[in-house]
């Protein structure tokens, strides 16, 4: 009986995960840790929106029409050598604060991000259909390219069968390193009888050991397992944004250049994080907007980004169950574009109409105002904005 067939077809769910990420900018690879990956795109030592922005439209349409690399390259690499990012440059490193000559675009360069968001994209929703169909196909099967290119590892743990929610998974769900061409198959019990397959008695040997690899940039100590590397040491599907990882996002938010810090926010409106935010499935603060500098001065905020609670996400869906997850995107215009107003205890109200109707948010800072929180966004009539004109005072953007 012949293999199965492995689709190399970009599944919806890569193209929205893809499309629902922010931006993040970052010197080096480890400044971005794998949670931050999940709701951002980035690309070390871009500093500027606009490559960031060429970068990601590029890897969106490789992503989306399975472009090759070399299209890839040929319609990208014109643009990023006439704006400046080619070639090796002296930059300056906001870690340490010193000025080296480092290597922007190449090649080399491009290759690596190019494959790298494929492969994580493709990983990402191959995950979201396994977990869709994993009562009927509650099998995976481990599967690596068998020529001398492969690891040894990754050729070890070919043809590993295992439940879905084996721990193995965890850990060792590909890609697992960089210019990793792993993959997995689902399966029923059907199939695989079909195919002859039989389920493996347990993991392949010496696959639970770890070693501690200290992240020079953070400090910080992971557990990577032999044969995986380090940054791929988790499984992309599972992952989710905890809480310090939010944090820390938030953190390189608030230090971005304005432009950047509103690009960061992104649109997550439409992805599986920001639904999963609402439903009550997150331990995190999601980034929902960004504070425009006569807003942050008149409520006493020193944080830029405005947070959205899981407690703040159940209170909303609640309230108003008529939103839907893309309404939230409308805070960002009315904070920038509304009628702001600043109201009592360090809040911001704003009223923004858009195609004839009119929406209300609040935003509040904390009392030592280190953290700005929405308090709510909803759908308003003109005497709630007759009210707040008559009572508090007006920002003037």
Known sequence: ??????????????????????????????????????????????????????????????????????????????????????????????????????????????????????????????????????????????????????????????????????????????????KCRCIVQQFGDDDLERYGYKVSEGPPPGS?????????????????????????????????PGRDSANRLIEKIDDAPPDLARAAIGQPWRGQLFRRHLEGRSDADWPAAVLSAPVRGAIGARSRTVRLSTETAAKQARRHPDLEPADYARVQRILDQGEMFAGYERQAVGFLEENGRLWRAVVKATVDGSETYLVTLHKAQPRDRDVAQRRWVRIEL
């Open 208 to 240: 639970g050991r770890t070693r501690p690899w200290k992240n020079r940039r953070t400090g910080r100590v992971h557990q990577v397992p032999p044969g995986i590397d380090p940054g791929f040491q988790h499984n992309v599907g599972r992952a989710r």
């Open 1 to 178: 009986m012949p293999a199965p067939e492995i689709l190399d077809v970009p599944p919806a769910e890569a193209v929205e995960h893809f499309r629902a990420r922010g931006f993040h900018v970052g010197f080096d690879w480890r400044d971005t840790d794998a949670e931050q990956h999940l709701v951002s795109f980035t690309a070390a030592k871009t500093a500027k929106l606009d490559i960031l922005q060429d970068l990601r439209t590029a890897a969106d349409k490789a992503i989306a029409d399975g472009t090759t690399f070399e299209t890839f390259r040929a319609e990208l690499e014109p643009t990023l050598v006439r704006k400046g990012w080619w070639g090796r440059q002296p930059m300056t490193d906001p870690v340490t604060g010193k000025t080296r000559i480092v290597q922007l675009g190449s090649a080399h360069r491009l290759r690596i991000i190019f494959d790298t968001n494929i492969r994580m994209a493709y990983a990402r929703g191959r995950w979201e259909r396994i977990e869709r169909l994993r009562e009927a196909m509650p099998w995976l099967r481990y599967v690596a390219v068998q020529d001398a290119r492969t690891r040894p590892d990754h050729l070890a743990w070919h043809g590993t069968i295992l439940p879905v929610d084996h721990p193995f998974w965890q850990t060792h769900y590909p890609p697992n390193g960089w």
